[in-house]
């Protein structure tokens, strides 16, 4: 079965004037699970209601199993969607919103009870089903959206930040949860988040939507080391990634880069990688490769001044002036380090991220 | 938290309120109690001595009263008497004309039927209006202000072109009970679908889409999910219609003539230079009148509740 479950094609939307989405297309393998990244306002929510068909495209298809559904009626289509507010029924109890799918496709009494008991088993809902939504804590509404779409066996699910509004311990034990539901019943999810942690945490593939525009799909590690352009790079990651001008001098074919006052030899490996016109770049470092060190100097090492700390427990976000550019950079656990001290810093050449400083577009391999 | 302080003054002012609102209602109430000597005397008499329902007899059961009057003449099984003039000697004397001795019974009909219907009418379309308006953005900004319009001018601009409308040869539907409902309708959609709309807006539009990717088509997710939820504000706005239309007076008139009448009509005809001025009776007609309201507005009032989304989303 090498058709994508679901293919968008070309999608643009616009409300009025603004441009929601713009030649969008993505495909979804069966029984993957495919996080679309991005900031409030990416889209991420269009793309999901399209899809659902709660929203027309303004052009582009919408294709499920070989089938164009782009004028088909939301019903019709028998796909789940889990709205970011959940939208449970106010009025039914929480039996009634998770049998409701059921009810509608007019399944036996019987079958749907032991469905229903079934699901409320798996999320642990089955002490609050004859209540009323309104009763419910945070959580407990949200396992019952997630049984309301679980109950049935659509094509596919959609999940609209599901987790947003939970606080974090527990959107964590539900993000676990949900990875280990996809992965048991073999299901395809479509997952919206501005959250990267949870994109990483949970994706097979990543989808970054940014200003309404497919920027990069890729595996989740994939999108933090090989980010397609400056943006994605600065949207993934925390501490976030430092990005400074440089400038590339090539004499006698090995390649010299400076930044501020810094002046670094290039690996061979890279140099090659880099369009031969370009001179200047914007370089990104990870706070990662960036690494304090004992004071032996190289040509590497630089000396700088640290003006800013931020203890977190696992490890230290730590800001140093770098010959006049501030970088950010992480290490392990708490260490001694006062404003004002002067640290030996490495710059890790073989990590550093190039960007084309008009395009924003990643240079280099 | 300390309950504010309710000194003689905040006392004084709201007795001078609750009088104020309430005299009205006490006059009406005592007058249609009181025998036709007693209804524009100096000084006023407050509650009268010599109570009688005679007025209530004129326009509910006018049979009985001609029944103690003797039995005179004959009169059909809806309490109308024909060919019977009253007599001198009745309370309700002086040129008391044909017309008094025919019943309310056609115009307190008239206003069940035309009230009832045109107010279903009203919130049946309202509700459809209000669910384009709301959901589909029907008409961008533009629909739902004008659909105001009619409101915009005085009832008389409107009334008349209905005039014209319904006397045009194949509509004939001036004094038709139909007629009036249609002329209700209009005039009071812009009301229920402003009113519902706003109800509508209350409500997340997720709900109705999670029923639709649950398997509802949208018409089934509108009816069988939004209105449960806004059924509160489905009775208000028809409670409010019904006030509209039961009180209703200037189309009532212009459009009716003998074979339909509402009760606000009938009322202005106890007050005229063939009938004279028949406070008392007019006064009972008015008591009646606003009975229906009183006794469904206590059945609805706690149907007029909020709150019912409380737990479908989360904030």
New interface residues.
């Given amino acids: 079965m090498d058709e994508p479950l679901l293919q968008l094609r070309s999608i643009s939307k616009n409300f009025g004037s603004v441009q929601a989405l713009r030649d969008l297309s993505l495909e979804v393998p069966r029984g993957s699970l495919i996080v679309l990244l991005g900031p409030a306002g990416a889209g991420k929510t269009t793309t999901l209601r399209i899809v659902a068909g709660l929203e027309a495209p303004t052009s582009g298809e919408v294709w499920v199993e070989g089938q164009n559904f782009t004028k088909l009626q939301p019903n019709r289509r028998d796909i789940a969607m889990i709205f970011d507010n959940l939208a449970l029924y106010p009025n039914k109890t929480g039996y009634e919103n998770v049998a409701s799918p059921l009810k509608l496709a007019r399944m036996p009494k019987a079958e749907i009870a032991k469905r229903v008991d079934e699901i409320a088993g798996l999320l642990k809902i089955g002490h609050i089903l004859d209540r009323l939504p309104a009763t419910f804590s945070g959580g407990e509404r949200q396992r019952v959206a997630l049984g309301r779409a679980m109950v049935r066996e659509p094509r596919f699910y959609l999940l609209d930040e599901p987790l947003s509004s939970l606080d974090f311990m527990l959107r964590i034990e539900l993000r676990t949860e949900l990875k280990r539901l996809q992965r048991e019943l073999g299901r395809t999810f479509v997952f919206a988040t501005p959250d990267y942690t949870e994109a990483l945490a949970l994706a097979d593939t990543v989808c970054v939507l940014l200003e309404g525009e497919v920027r990069q799909i890729a595996k989740a590690q994939e999108l933090y080391d090989e980010p397609a352009d400056r943006d994605v790079a600065r949207f993934v990651g925390n501490p976030k990634i430092n990005i400074v001008p440089g400038r590339l001098a090539r004499e006698n074919g090995t390649a010299r880069l400076s930044i501020g006052s810094m002046n670094l030899p290039l690996p061979d490996r890279m140099e090659h990688g880099l369009p031969a016109h370009l001179s200047e770049v914007e370089v990104g470092l990870r706070p990662e490769h960036v690494r304090i060190v004992p004071s032996t100097a190289t040509e590497t090492h630089r000396t700088g001044i640290v003006n800013d700390l931020e203890p977190l427990g696992m490890h230290t976000t730590v800001g140093i002036d770098l010959a006049g550019i501030n970088l950010a950079l992480t290490v392990a656990g708490v260490q001694e380090f006062n404003d004002g001290d002067r640290v030996e810093v490495h710059l890790d050449t073989e990590t550093l991220l190039f960007f084309d400083p008009i395009s924003g577009r990643r240079v280099g391999n | 938290m300390g309950a504010r302080k309710f000194g003689p003054g905040s006392a004084i002012g709201l007795a001078f309120g609750l009088l104020f609102a309430v005299f009205p209602l006490f006059w009406m109430v005592s007058t249609s109690f009181k025998p036709s000597n007693e209804w524009v005397t100096t000084p006023p008499v407050w509650v009268s001595e010599n109570g009688t329902v005679t007025n209530y007899l004129v326009i509910l059961w006018p049979s009985v009263l001609l029944e103690q009057r003797g039995g005179l003449g004959q009169y059909t099984e809806e309490g109308e008497v024909t060919a019977q003039r009253a007599t001198e000697s009745d309370a309700v004397s002086g040129a008391v004309a044909d017309f008094l001795t025919k019943s309310a019974w056609q115009s307190i009909r008239g206003s069940i039927i035309i009230s009832v219907l045109s107010t279903m009418l009203s919130i049946v379309v309202g509700f459809m209006a209000a669910i384009a308006i709301a959901r589909y953005r029907f008409g961008g900004n533009v629909t739902p202000f004008f659909i105001l319009s009619g409101r915009m001018f005085p009832p008389i601009a409107i009334a008349i072109p209905f005039v014209v409308m319904f006397s045009a040869p194949g509509i004939e539907a001036t004094d038709s009970y139909w007629g009036l409902i249609l002329a209700y309708a209009a005039v009071t959609v812009p009301f229920s679908t402003w009113m519902l709309k706003s109800f509508i807006d209350e409500l997340?539009q997720?709900?109705e889409?999670?029923?639709?990717?649950?398997?509802?088509?949208?018409w089934e997710a509108h009816i069988k999910?939004t209105v449960?939820?806004i059924k509160g504000g489905l009775i208000a706005t028809s409670l409010f219609i019904f006030i509209l239309n039961w009180s209703e007076f200037l189309f009532a008139l212009v459009l009716t003539y003998t074979n339909v009448e509402t009760i606000p009509v009938k009322l202005s005809k106890y007050f005229s230079a063939t009938s004279g001025q028949q406070y008392g009776i007019q006064a009972a007609l008015a008591c009646v009148s606003i009975v229906p309201l009183v006794i469904v507005g206590f059945f609805i009032q706690r149907h007029l509740v909020r709150g019912?989304?409380?737990?479908?989303?989360?904030?």
């Fill in positions: 997340p997720e709900i889409e999670a029923a639709m990717m649950d398997g509802m088509s949208r999910v449960p939820l019912l989304t409380l737990g479908a989303i989360k904030r």
